[in-house]
Nanobody, 117 residues
Framework: QVQLMESGGGLVQPGGSLRLSCAAS????????MGWYRQAPGKQRELVARIGSDGFTSYADSVKGRFTISREDAKKTVYLQMNSLQPEDTAVYYCNRRHRITGLEAWGQGTQVTVSS
């Protein structure tokens, strides 16, 4: 059974940091590009960052310079280091996997990130 399990969300003050983790199981991890998306209340889900199976990364303009995506294939885990968090970063953050050949996707259950003083 394919699973994506996110962790690391929580409540943080503006300017603070969090690191999200997404552990995959049931897949050959190196065959997948991985991504983080987020959805704030009343808004559509949006891309935050992606990392390819080759390590190539891309970011939404709103998080460039503040967030860093990385992957550790031996642990089948993708991370999102979030620094200088702002209230507008408040959202449910979802992990995504996409097969590099077939394009098949799956999602995690999401983890809440709240930035508030």
């Amino acid at each position: 059974q394919v699973q994506l399990m996110e962790s690391g969300g929580g409540l943080v003050q503006p300017g603070g940091s969090l690191r999200l983790s997404c552990a995959a199981s049931g897949i050959i991890f190196s065959m997948y590009g991985m991504g983080w998306y987020r959805q704030a209340p009343g808004k559509q889900r949006e891309l935050v960052a992606r990392i390819g199976s080759d390590g190539f990364t891309s970011y939404a303009d709103s998080v460039k310079g503040r967030f860093t995506i990385s992957r550790e294939d031996a642990k089948k885990t993708v991370y999102l280091q979030m620094n200088s968090l702002q209230p507008e970063d408040t959202a449910v953050y979802y992990c995504n996997r996409r097969h590099r050949i077939t394009g098949l996707e799956a999602w995690g259950q999401g983890t809440q990130v709240t930035v508030s003083s």
